[in-house]
């Protein structure tokens, strides 16, 4: 595990796999092995032929006790946060990135076994590897230990969760109570009366919204780190979230359009993308107050892309501000109005979802002319005869 029990004279690549690893790639081992962050190499069968030191480091596991053997045998077993084992499968994203050819996007969190047998939380970052013309040959990945940053996001969405629920509780009684002295179970109201229990109704309505939303943060933020990667049915994820804000739409005369090409898969986490999607065609029809709100998704063949389009006809979003909405707590001010109080976390968390699933978010927009926002996701077709998840 430490230095002192490496042997000084051993090659950064066995023999027996230095044919498949280039010379360049084998001149960079004396440099790999000083980075602070784990790094491993692995040839097409995904058996490892080089692991740096920060890799002994971190994971207890020596360069002798691994080279040659198979990533997935006994070392570092990695599975999703919420358990799901990965390696050995066609999951594992290592294997995804030398099937595509194409590194992952942005760094993967999974959990990762040590030699003690304690689980850590790891930071993953994945490449294929490829030889002078171009062939893959292995895949590289290079991970650090954000244990201790998971613990703490962890305890602070607890805190943030408890404080939101001890907001809510009083406010739901006052709630009971206020629906109560409205409909005049306790005695008649006069005129002033009824219109002084009416606003403050509105208001409560309008705190309760926003507690709504620091709890949606709450469970946001707490389950980051405990994504589950499977294979997903997109488009039937869409065309049900379509059926379920249809009566919202219904109820602002809006017509709901859809187009949803069949057969749309991708790798990711169901609940998650649908918070993501329901967020962005949710405010779609929150803030259209006429017209129309459609719901489109594709494939491009060229990118090998999902593409999602959520398109409205509402006041639309001045450029200067179209990155800021992205951001936390960010509110357009000319977008609050009736049935519009919010804190400005729904937008925050579908860039994150998206970001998280190795994909990216558009908008095109100005005011007076609606809004489009495009999802680009990694995705494929799934043929049906291959079953539905």
Known sequence: ????????????????????????????????????????????????????QAAEKITGYSQDEVLGKRCADDILKHTDMAGNELCGKELCPLHRAMQTGE????????????????????????TPLRSPSGDIIGGIEIFRDVSARAE???????????????????????QGYLDL???EDAGPLNDTQREFLTTAYREEQKLSSFIDELLEMGRFEGTEYSYRQEILDLSGLLSNLARGIKAAAAKK?????????????????????????????????????AGEVNLKASFDRHSDQVVVEVADTGPGIPEEEQEKIFEMFYRLDHHQGEGTAGTGVGLYIVKRVISNHDGRITIQSAPGAGSTFRVYLPGFIKHPEEGQS
């Open 1 to 52: 595990m430490t230095k002192n029990n490496r042997n000084p004279g051993k090659q950064p690549f066995p023999r027996e796999n230095r044919q498949e690893i280039p010379a360049e790639v084998s001149l960079l081992a004396q440099v790999l092995d000083q980075v602070s962050d784990g790094i491993y190499i692995t040839d097409t069968e995904r058996n490892i032929v080089f692991w740096n």
């Open 103 to 126: 590194p992952l996007q942005s760094p993967l969190t999974v959990k990762a076994l040590q030699k003690d047998g304690r689980r850590l939380v790891m930071e993953v970052s994945i």
């Open 152 to 174: 703490l996001e962890e305890k602070k969405a607890r805190f943030f969760s408890s404080l939101s629920h001890e907001l809510k509780t009083p406010l739901s009684n006052m």
């Open 181 to 183: 002295l409205l409909a």
């Open 253 to 289: 005369a809006l017509r709901l359009e859809t187009d949803l090409a069949p057969n749309l898969a991708l790798f990711g986490d169901k609940d998650r993308l649908m918070q993501a999607f329901s967020n962005l065609v949710g405010n779609a029809v929150k803030y259209t107050e």
